[in-house]
């Protein structure tokens, strides 16, 4: 179901809970409300009211993707940049890394299964500005 953006600075700035496999509802509303949004790359649930660490985000070739409980655990090649977001109105200046390696979950079967990916470029800016959003950073 297409959700409504949440802009209050009060829960984008607390950190999420950990999120499970009932949480597949959230994942679904991410996908949903990411596709109506005219260029947007990527969606936390707190972003939609939901205090969970799940996030969505489109690939280089727009395909769309959902995490569980997403952990930078590598970080590669730093640069500083200014970013916008749909949820706050100014841009923020932050520092990101152009190559990152991340744990995850995945649900398949019902079930959240541990994942590890690299992501590089573009895919890699939108998946930490997510990660910041699990943790309560607003951006």
């Excluded at 409504?4 to 994942?27: F, N, Q, R």
């Excluded at 260029?39 to 985000?57: F, M, P, W």
């Excluded at 727009?62 to 970080?75: A, E, F, I, S, T």
């Excluded at 977001?85 to 744990?103: H, N």
């Amino acid at each position: 179901m297409i959700k409504e953006l949440v802009k209050d600075e009060t829960l984008l700035s607390k950190p999420c809970e950990e999120a499970t496999a009932d949480d597949a509802d959230v994942a679904q509303d991410l996908l949903d409300t990411l596709a109506s949004l005219e260029d947007a790359a990527c969606l936390a649930a707190n972003q939609i009211g939901v205090a969970k660490r799940v996030v969505a985000y489109l690939d280089e070739d727009d395909q769309p993707h959902v995490m569980y409980n997403p952990v930078l655990k590598l970080g590669l090649d730093a640069f500083k940049t200014t970013e916008g977001c749909l949820t706050r109105d100014e841009e923020s200046k932050v520092t990101r890394f152009d190559r990152i390696k991340v744990a995850y979950d995945e649900l398949a079967d019902g079930e959240l299964r541990p994942c590890k990916r690299d992501f590089s470029g573009w895919t890699a800016q939108t998946v930490q500005h997510m990660i910041d959003h699990c943790k309560g950073k607003l951006v």
